[in-house]
């Protein structure tokens, strides 16, 4: 099963292709990056732009399951503009549902999923970064530089629990 794991950040964000214990590939998105859109209305919406460069991921990785961090909120009265454009982002990833072989679409909060792989709800980038190098064989960290790599460090992260928790449910069916 190939997995996209999603960070969306604020105006970038982490994507990376796992299967099983190899990550295919890992990238930073920024909000333009090489993306060519038609007409006047599709490139002023964000969530089609979005959208379209994820879709070219999902098409070329031939990905069965997306899954991402899911934005939380945080006790904030209103809404920043940051806030909206991870909205955005979560929005044409949903849309993904559409996109080829894409069965499933699975949010996944930050403390979860850092508390599945790590065991610690408040891990730092640090220990996760530990555990993904002695996982993969990668460092994201390295390979991006600290701010992009935190991006990419949770979007492996996120699916990396996921295919986790898959593999544990899969022997617990099989165990019954």
Request: proline share 2%; hydrophobic share 40%.
């Amino acid at each position: 099963m190939r997995i996209l794991g999603i960070d969306p950040g604020d105006k970038n964000c982490g994507v990376a292709v796992l299967s099983g214990e190899t990550c295919l590939y890992h990238k930073y998105l920024s909000k333009d990056d090489g993306i060519r859109v038609i007409g006047q209305a599709a490139q002023e919406n964000p969530v089609y732009r979005w959208f379209m460069r994820l879709k070219g991921v999902c098409v070329k990785n031939r990905i069965e399951t997306v899954v991402y961090e899911d934005f939380v909120y945080q006790g904030r009265r209103t809404y920043s503009k940051n806030t909206m454009i991870m909205c955005q982002i979560i929005g044409a990833i949903r849309v993904l549902r559409t996109v080829g072989d894409v069965r499933d679409i699975v949010g996944i909060r930050p403390d979860v999923w850092r508390q599945q792989l790590i065991g610690n709800a408040k891990a730092k980038d640090d220990e996760v970064s530990w555990v993904i190098e002695k996982r993969l064989g990668i460092d994201p960290l390295a390979d991006h530089g600290r701010v992009r790599g935190q991006h990419v460090l949770d979007a492996i992260g996120v699916a990396l629990c996921w295919q986790d928790r898959q593999s544990i449910e899969s022997r617990i069916k099989e165990a019954k």
